[in-house]
């Protein structure tokens, strides 16, 4: 196992169309976090699942975005109608129980609406 | 939302030089951790303390967490250009399960 695996690495849009993320955690890792960077800012909490009940969403996850883990293993992150301001990076990690001893981070899907 | 306060937010030094960055909070919190992050890549966690004057080192990285539990520095002493990269601080509050509240980070730049 080689860490979080996160795909596509990049993706270009244009507005109004629908993107969709993938994201496959450690594989013993029961927890999958999805967090939004946009440049110059640190990663802000989108959601995150325990197996594949959702248990936490912000505010900051509009009814645009809906993420996924069905199986309780790898994770879809879906944007529809994008807006220019989705434009980020957009993190995956997972954690083996609370993740008391922090995250395991995916190297990012960087999206840019156009 | 929650908000840390992390600072500085960019330094340029020279190799060799000591570096020290800190974090700080409106609310307590029961962990901190401080992670690295390259460009086009996701963070990766350095140190992570967990009791309230605690004091961490991971080779040349020292971190300490604050007794009052809202705040928290990281020490990097004789820089090397590979420590060039972004610094970010992030904290867990009791309430908070498993959600990462992380800083605006503090880009860091060594000349050699």
């Known amino acids: 196992d080689t860490g979080v695996s996160q795909n596509p690495r990049h993706k270009i849009t244009k507005r109004g169309q629908n993107v969709t993320f993938r994201c496959d955690p450690i594989s013993e890792h029961n927890r999958l976090y999805w967090y939004r960077q946009t440049l110059g800012q640190g990663p802000e909490f989108l959601t995150y699942f325990q197996n594949e009940a959702q248990l936490e969403k912000s505010r900051l996850l509009s009814d645009r975005f809906s993420a996924e883990r069905p199986k309780g293993s790898f994770s879809t992150l879906e944007i529809q109608r994008t807006e220019q301001g989705d434009s980020a990076m957009y993190l995956c990690?997972?954690?083996?129980?609370?993740?008391?001893?922090?995250?395991?981070f995916g190297s990012g899907t960087r999206l840019t609406v156009v | 939302g929650q908000q840390l306060n992390q600072s500085p937010q960019s330094m340029f030094i020279q190799e060799g030089e000591d570096v020290s960055m800190n974090c700080t909070s409106s609310?307590?919190?029961?962990?901190w951790l401080w992670y690295k992050q390259d460009p086009g890549e996701g963070p990766v966690l350095l140190i992570a303390l967990y009791k309230a004057g605690e004091l961490t080192s991971n080779g040349r990285l020292t971190a300490q967490f604050g007794i009052t539990r809202k705040d928290s520095f990281l020490n990097i002493s004789a820089s090397i250009p590979s420590d060039v990269g972004i610094y970010f601080c992030a904290g867990r509050e009791e309430t908070s399960g498993s959600r990462l509240t992380f800083g605006e980070g503090t880009q860091l730049t060594v000349n050699p």
């Open positions: 990690a997972s954690s083996l129980g609370t993740a008391i001893y922090g995250y395991t």
């Open positions: 609310s307590i919190f029961n962990t």
